[in-house]
């Protein structure tokens, strides 16, 4: 197994790549990655974060314990398992089911990884709980969404088959000593299943938080991680240049440290999926201190010669689902100029293999731009905000209040006092958001931030806007849905450059639903998370606006489609 062919454009970014790989050979630095060797980044416990490394032997062990679970709850009819997870505990697994899918016969796997009321509600319709396995993930135990989703669907479970019963239809995965395990032990659950301290949630899905959905599901664990433990090998190679995981490392630092850090994903139908988990893992790896690698997944295409020169490529090519349209865009990109990395995929569990590829990458192209890859110092800053808001609703009964900068019968803008300033005199929420886009300026990114149902509408809805933006102002667009970014690509928007432009959508809840135990509800969970989250933006200087849609959500973005297509006439 070899690296996987890179076309840059003659000059010094090849020749930073070349010296790069050069030096990781004639200092056996890929030896000191194996052996866990913190100098190779800041050495501020690194080493700590790395179990991963070894991860894949370890879970191998555990391969009896996954089946045997798994029989036991088709054999009790078992039908659908309902995973509650965030970030790294939630993205890994989806991607694992969304791409191999399950087995004929094996229960299917839904993954709720949001707080939006009417999201919470749908996963609760669309599974009978009587045949529903509820597994909940979370590494500390001590996240707000897994726990706000488990007082939800427990309290459901006692409704449905009875308090004695409930906590035979649950399964925990979590770190050993953590208030999780703590939980699961009083209530009585099913099972726990235990990570491995020494792996961040975002490298986590190779270890139980991937494998435990992953064989409920019916997927073939141990092919997948034999795929993953093929590519371990091919990367412990010591010459750079043809290490897998290496050369796609020391090619996104450079190109990042060249300027070209929106990371653009381009990826076969059948493996797309997998640009929702190396959008974390990039973005929350190397978003900080004001740097950052932005990853651009699922973006609208465009004209090969109308990208920037902030571009790196990477095309995810499955064999057995190849795209002619996607090849010729891709020569189409050779000829422009952008470099792009091309990754053959023979099939769907090779998945297994590029899960360790990337980490591997990750970690690398961390230690090529200096930073430390294994923290997240910003994370924890809009958690904070959120915890402040929740608690003021629960000794209030209400969030703060706040003002609009101007609104109309379908938007309301806020932002701060500084955001106001910099957009001038503003009558109107589309002259505010003409404004605001108008900042945009070369190397800059656009990303939308949509505290919205997730809906197949939607998304439609928020990629044409993102559409527009990309074809007139000629920059980068990203898409997240809250909260599932904020521990995501929220740690690159708040931790790197200052060349973002945020857009936050919010929106009035037609429906809401209570959290059990609670004053709140999840509608004001997600309020308060998306005042937390844009309240950390504010605080570090970020061009950010709020546009707050009524509770017809589906008239209000298509009112902000017009009033950011007028910005461009």
Known sequence: MTASPISVQPGSLAEAIARTLAQWTAERRVARLWTKDASLWTSSGEEKWLGWLDVIEAQRRELGARTALADAIRTEGITDVLLLGMGGSSLGPEVVFRVIGGATGAPRLHVLDSTDPAQVK???DAVDLRSTLVLVASKSGSTLEPNVFLAY???????VVGEAEAGRHVVAITDPGSQMQKVAERDGFRAIAFGEPTVGGR???L??????PAALSGVDVACLLDEAAQMADACRSEDAATNPGVALGVVIGEAAKAGRDKLTILASPGIAPLGAWLEQLVAESTGKNGTAVIPVDLEPRGDASTYGSDRLFVYLRLAA??????DAFVEQLNHAGQPVVKIDVRDTYALGQEFFRWEIATAVAGAVLGINPFDQPDVEASKIKTRALTDAFEQEGALPAEAPVVLDTEMAIFTDEANVRALGPVATPVEAIAAHLRRVVAGDYVALLAYIDMTTDNIAALQEIRAVIRAQAGTATCLGFGPRFLHSTGQAYKGGPDS????QITCDDAVDVQVPGRAF???VVKAAQARGDFGVLEERGRRALRVHLGADVAAGLQALRSAVEGTYQ
């Open 521 to 523: 509800t999840f509608g």
């Open 203 to 205: 490298f986590s899905v």
């Open 321 to 326: 689902d190849a795209d002619a349209d996607q």
């Open 500 to 503: 973002g432009v945020f857009l």
């Open 207 to 212: 270890s139980a938080f991937g494998t435990v």
């Open 122 to 124: 749908r996963f609760d």
């Open 153 to 159: 669907f427990f309290d459901r479970l006692k409704q």
